[in-house]
């Protein structure tokens, strides 16, 4: 069992949440992390750049001089990529560069990189995290109460609208709820700020 400091609104420790490495994999699988995060980066990519070939490029396509009798070396039409304002021989063109892994090996990359937050001491639980209105300040000063230098991913039971639009405009801060976190938003922030009914269902912690 490894313990996980639980705090109240104030950011002071009031006492600890026991999760359990054996239902988080047991221990961190790194190679399974980096092929997880190196999915999710590949899916973020937009793969929309794009150069012009010989045939879209804007010129005549007519012969430059006749083939012989020069004393010049054999040439075609100036879309010719060896020429300058020509077409791109082997230039790169819109691609997805997407790819799925299966949906347990994403799962147990969620636990696994769970438990390498928790294994840091990392991970900081919270009964809950209350927003009542959209309001930027009131987000900042939770945030700041919890006295976390770095990066933080807020995590919630349930999607809460005003948490969201009030964090959004918060420097290195997220919010995700438990449903949607991947191993990718854990490992991109330093600290990870669940709601402790979240962890019970993510980890299956114990009091």
Known sequence: MIEVPLLDNKGDETATVKVDEQKLGGKVRRKLLKEAVTMYEANRRQGTVKTKTRSEVKGSTRKLYRQKGTGHA???SNRS?????????????????????????????????????????????????????????????????????????????????????????????DVATAADLNAYDILKHKWLVIEKQALEQLAGAAS
Not at 120 to 131: L, N, Q, S
Not at 143 to 152: H, I, K, P, T
Request: include cysteine.
């Open 81 to 173: 990529p060896v020429r300058r304002g020509g077409g791109v021989a082997f230039g790169p063109r819109p691609r997805a560069f997407g790819w799925q892994m299966p949906k347990k090996q994403r799962q147990l990359a969620t636990r696994s990189a769970i438990l390498a937050k928790v294994t840091d001491g990392e991970v900081r639980a919270v009964e809950t995290i209350v927003c009542d209105e959209i309001k930027t300040k009131q987000a900042a000063e939770m945030v700041a109460s919890l006295r976390l230098d770095g990066s933080c991913l807020l995590v919630t039971v349930e999607y809460n609208r005003n948490l969201v639009l009030s964090v959004r405009n918060l420097p290195k801060t």
């Open 74 to 76: 054999r040439m075609g």
